[in-house]
C-alpha cells in the first residue's frame, strides 16, 4: 500500500475562531457602550432563553488562560473581532484608549505564544448609537466604519498582519434588515438590499483607510459566506430558484468586491423592490479594492426548489425562522439536503465546501482563500470523569479538512483553516442553547474543558496532517 497521509503546505494557518460580542462579556466596562446586540438581546423575546452577552465567556478577563490553551493545543493562528463600541463607543470621534488597550494586550499575548492574530473589525455589532442615526441601510454609516477602521490600523497596525473588514454581511443586511432575526431586528425588504449595498461601501472605504495606515506587509480581506446552493431538480424553473437565491447570498456580495458590478439578474428580481438608485457614481470602484486574500465561512449546503404561484412549500432554511430574508425570491422553497444534521439542524456535507473552493477559485484566480469558519453544534455534556466525548464534531472537522485538503490538490490556494469556534459561546438568537466550541464552557463556573475534538485538532494543527478520527 502507498502512504495515504494527507497533508498540508508548510505554512498553513491552523486556527479558530470568536468574535467580540460571543465572547468577551464586560459589557459596559472601561467606556463600552451597547451595540446592536446588547439591545437586541435585551429585548424580550428576540433571543433563546432571554440570553445575553454582558458575561459570555468573560474573555474581557480570562483572554490570557485562554491564549494560553490556545498554545498548548497546537494553533498557529486566531482569528477574533474588535467590538467597535469597545473602541469608539458614539461610533464617531477618536478611539477609546482603554478599549484600544485591551486587544493590544490580547494580541501581545498571541504574539509571545506564537499565534498570528487574525483581526476581524465588524462581527455584526454595531454601535446603537448609529443604528439609531439609520443603521446600514443609511449611507453615512459606511463612512463612520471607514473611520473607525482607520483607529483600529493605527492603534494596532504594527502587531496585526491579517485584517478582514467584514463578518459574513449578508448576515447582518439580510437576516438584522429583512428576516429580523438578528439585531436589530428589523424587517423591512428594501433596508436589507441597501444595508448590504453600504456594507459593501464600508469594505471598499474600509479597506482604503486601512491601506493608509497599516503597514504594507499587512494582508487584507473580507469573509462572506457564500451559499452553496444546489437546485433539488435539474428541472429549469429549480435552476432557476437556485440562480435567485446565489444572486441574494453571494454575488451581491462577489460581484461588486470582485469585479465592481451588480449583477443584471439581481437587480430584475429585486426590481420591484428598488430602482438601486442608493448606488451612487463611483461606489462600485470603491467598492471593488484589491485584496491579499478572500475568508470564506461554510457549514452547509442549500438546496432549494421553485414554487409555482400559490403553492405552498417548506420554507426552512436554516436561518431561524422570522420574516423571509430572501427578498426579491420568494417564490423559493427550501429543503434539507440528505445526510446527518448537527444540533443546528445544518445537514453535514464537506462536498459543498469544496465545491466553494472550486468556485472561487474559477471565480476569483490568483487570489487566496481561507476558511475563515467551519464547525458544528453538538449538544456536548461532560461525562463522569469530566471529559467531553465529541466524536461527531471530530467527524465533522475530518471531513472537512479532507475536502479542503482535496481541493488544495487540484490546485486551490488555500492558506488556512479556522474552526468555528475555539470554545462555547453566545451563538446569537440561539443563546448559549448551542455549543460550537473545540473547548467546552461550564457557563457557571467559566471553566474550560478542551473536548476530545480539539485535542484531536491540535494533534492535526503541531504534525499538519490530518489523523484518523478516534475511535
Ligand atoms: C456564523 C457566524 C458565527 C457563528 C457561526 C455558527 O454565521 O459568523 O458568529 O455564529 O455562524
Request: charged share 20%.
Amino acid at each position: 500500500m502507498t502512504d495515504a497521509k494527507v497533508t498540508f503546505p508548510s505554512g498553513f494557518l491552523w486556527g479558530a475562531a470568536t468574535a467580540a460580542y460571543q465572547i468577551e462579556g464586560a459589557a459596559a466596562k472601561d467606556g463600552r457602550t451597547p451595540s446592536i446586540w446588547d439591545t437586541f438581546s435585551h429585548t424580550p423575546g428576540k433571543v433563546l432563553g432571554g440570553d445575553t452577552g454582558d458575561t459570555a465567556v468573560d474573555h474581557y478577563h480570562r483572554f490570557a488562560d485562554d491564549v494560553k490553551l490556545m498554545a498548548e493545543l497546537g494553533l498557529t493562528a486566531y482569528r477574533f473581532s474588535v467590538s467597535w463600541s469597545r473602541v469608539q463607543p458614539t461610533g464617531r470621534g477618536p478611539a477609546v484608549q482603554r478599549g484600544i488597550d485591551f486587544y493590544k494586550r490580547l494580541i501581545d499575548e498571541l504574539l509571545a505564544h506564537g499565534i498570528a492574530p487574525s483581526l476581524t473589525l465588524y462581527h455584526w455589532d454595531l454601535p446603537q448609537e448609529l443604528e439609531d442615526a439609520g443603521g446600514w441601510p443609511h449611507r453615512d454609516t459606511a463612512v463612520r466604519f471607514a473611520e473607525y477602521a482607520a483607529l483600529v490600523g493605527e492603534a494596532l497596525g504594527d502587531r496585526v498582519e491579517l485584517w478582514s473588514t467584514l463578518n459574513e454581511p449578508w448576515c447582518s443586511a439580510f437576516l438584522g434588515y429583512a428576516a429580523g432575526v438578528h439585531a436589530p431586528g428589523r424587517t423591512v425588504p428594501v433596508a436589507a438590499l441597501r444595508a448590504a449595498h453600504h456594507l459593501n461601501l464600508a469594505h471598499g472605504l474600509a479597506a482604503q483607510a486601512l491601506r493608509a495606515t497599516v503597514p504594507a506587509r499587512a494582508q487584507l480581506g473580507i469573509c462572506l459566506n457564500p451559499a452553496q446552493v444546489r437546485p433539488l431538480t435539474d428541472d429549469a424553473a429549480d435552476v432557476d430558484a437556485a440562480r435567485r437565491i446565489d444572486a441574494l447570498a453571494t454575488r451581491v456580495f462577489t460581484s461588486p468586491l470582485l469585479f465592481g458590478r451588480y449583477d443584471e439578474d439581481l437587480l430584475a428580481d429585486t426590481a420591484k423592490l428598488t430602482d438601486w438608485s442608493f448606488v451612487r457614481e463611483g461606489d462600485l470602484a470603491n467598492i471593488r479594492q484589491p485584496l491579499d486574500f478572500l475568508g470564506l465561512n461554510y457549514y452547509t449546503p442549500t438546496l432549494v426548489s421553485a414554487l409555482a404561484d400559490g403553492e405552498e412549500g417548506p420554507r426552512d432554511d436554516g436561518h431561524g425562522g422570522g420574516a423571509s430574508p430572501w427578498v426579491g425570491a420568494e417564490r423559493v422553497a427550501f429543503h434539507q439536503p440528505p445526510g446527518e444534521r448537527t444540533a443546528m439542524g445544518w445537514t453535514v456535507d464537506p462536498t459543498g465546501l469544496y465545491d466553494l473552493l472550486k468556485r472561487f477559485a474559477a471565480d476569483a484566480p490568483g487570489l487566496p482563500l481561507l476558511i475563515t469558519e467551519n464547525g458544528a453544534a453538538y449538544d456536548d455534556k461532560p461525562d463522569a470523569d469530566g471529559q467531553v466525548n465529541d466524536p461527531e464534531r471530530t467527524a465533522y472537522l475530518h471531513g472537512h479538512l479532507a475536502a479542503v485538503h482535496r481541493a488544495i490538490a487540484d490546485g486551490v490556494d488555500v492558506r488556512g483553516y479556522f474552526l468555528w469556534s475555539l470554545m462555547d459561546n453566545f451563538e446569537w438568537a440561539y443563546g448559549y442553547s448551542k455549543r460550537f466550541g473545540a473547548v467546552y464552557v461550564d457557563y457557571p463556573s467559566q471553566t474550560r474543558i478542551p473536548k476530545q475534538s480539539a485535542r484531536w485538532y491540535g494533534r492535526v494543527a503541531r504534525g499538519g496532517v490530518l489523523q484518523e478520527p478516534p475511535r
